[in-house]
């Protein structure tokens, strides 16, 4: 390897490193402001498989992959919950892969907050809430938002941005919208 491709290798990998550090922090920065407005936040580690059956044979596979209960039937694409498989970083002084958390699920967290309902019934409001900086979803993402919505897992989907005000970051939610994923799509 020349020198100048190993200088942006280090580069590259030190702006990845501060990076991670960014968004991580950006997260933490977003569980304490919504604990802040009342919500009781939890960090999700389930993540929504996808299988799509045309492109794959299930004879073949020989495999008994059952989606989990879809309550309206309809759903984006055939999908599951399941548990998120945690990360894993390797360690060249212990020479063995070391795990990292358990961070991986979609979205980062679950956040619920009670209501006093009609006639005194009790009422949560459960949301996911996923951490962005960019405020922008990856197309995977959003595929996973609909299985999430469709399947009523919660009742809408909370996307943290992060702003700045006079200096100062800020955390700015909005929900996500299915109808303009869908009509992105079909147009």
């Known amino acids: ?3 100048k491709k190993k200088e942006s290798a280090q580069r590259k990998k030190k702006q990845g490193k501060k990076s991670r550090a960014s968004g991580a922090a950006f997260e933490l920065r977003t569980r304490a402001d919504l604990e802040k407005k009342g919500w009781r936040v939890d960090k999700w580690t389930s993540n ?5 059956l045309d492109k794959i044979n299930k004879k073949e596979l020989k495999l008994n992959w059952e ?15 399941i548990p998120a498989k945690p990360k894993f970083v390797y360690n060249p002084e212990l020479k063995k892969r070391i795990m990292i958390g358990n961070s991986s ?14 006639n005194g019934i009790k009422t949560y409001e459960v949301v996911g809430v996923e951490s962005k900086s960019d405020g922008q979803l ?3 993402e959003k595929e996973k938002c609909q299985w999430l919505l469709k399947n ?4 809408r989907v909370l996307i943290a941005k992060k702003t700045k005000v006079k200096n100062r970051i800020v955390v700015e939610y ?8 869908q009509e992105k799509n079909n147009g």
Do not use: Q, W
Not at 48 to 52: G, H, P, Q, R
Not at 67 to 81: E, I, K, T
């Open 48 to 52: 929504v498989e996808f299988m799509s």
């Open 138 to 140: 990856e197309k995977l």
């Open 174 to 181: 909005r929900d996500f919208d299915t109808t303009s994923v």
């Open 67 to 81: 989606p989990n209960n879809c309550v309206n039937g309809v759903s984006p694409a055939l999908g599951r919950l």
């Open 105 to 118: 699920g979609f979205p980062d967290f679950i956040a619920f907050k009670f209501y006093r309902g009609y």
């Open 152 to 155: 009523h897992v919660f009742s």
């Open 1 to 3: 390897m020349t020198t």
